[in-house]
T-cell receptor, first 115, second 114 residues
């Protein structure tokens, strides 16, 4: 089965740095994704990690440790528009998808950025 | 990348009726999926839509309640059958173009059952 944990809510101020953690247990791990979702909108892709280490993309970075079943998303120079839900998702085998092609999502972290 | 068009974008339906949601992708994709997102919650995978064969459903979802079709590589439908207020949710279509690519999402169908 799949188990993905991330904090429910976080708050931060503009210009700050925030780290959103995600721990997972899954069979057949084949990559971890981070998505951003603003209220009322579809999720949008932020980052993908399949190997251990840090992936950097502008203000956003994501880290993966496969041995620890752990990832984090780092957001720098926070802006008000970064207020959103951040979803950690893993690609792994599920009951109905033994090929592991689907993404299984955690419950999401709601980030509130204040001025 | 892939652009996904999903319709209807929203609907209000009477209990006991059925609604079919359509999902069209602008490019040929190998994998399509359907998710449900209940208010204030994250995404729950309903099923994998397989082209030319039956969809495969996750625990808690059955074909009689959520029949899915995928007649070709770019189109899929999800029907929510015999609806009850508990089915009120956002239903999202998703597609992937390769095993090491991200998933793209449609804008979702916001369903309210009264």
């Amino acid at each position: 089965g799949q188990n993905i944990d991330q904090p429910t809510e976080m708050t931060a101020t503009e210009g700050a740095i925030v780290q959103i953690n995600c721990t997972y247990q899954t069979s057949g791990f084949n990559g971890l994704f981070w998505y951003q979702q603003h209220a009322g909108e579809a999720p949008t892709f932020l980052s993908y990690n399949v190997l251990d280490g840090l992936e950097e993309k502008g203000r956003f970075s994501s880290f993966l440790s496969r041995s620890k079943g752990y990832s984090y998303l780092l957001l720098k120079e926070l802006q008000m528009k970064d207020s959103a839900s951040y979803l950690c998702a893993v690609r792994g085998r599920s009951r109905a998808n033994q090929a592991g092609t689907a993404l299984i999502f955690g419950k999401g972290t709601t980030l509130s950025v204040s001025s | 990348s892939a652009v996904i068009s999903q319709k209807p974008s929203r609907d209000i339906c009477q209990r006991g009726t059925s609604l079919t949601i359509q999902c069209q992708v602008d490019s040929q994709v190998t994998m399509m999926f359907w998710y449900r997102q209940q208010p204030g919650q994250s995404l729950t995978l309903i099923a994998t839509a397989n082209q030319g064969s039956e969809a495969t459903y996750e625990s808690g979802f059955v074909i009689d309640k959520f029949p899915i079709s995928r007649p070709n590589l770019t189109f899929s439908t999800l029907t929510v059958s015999n609806m009850s207020p508990e089915d009120s949710s956002i239903y999202l279509c998703s597609a992937r173009t390769g095993v090491d690519t991200e998933a793209f999402f449609g804008q979702g169908t916001r369903l309210t059952v009264v």
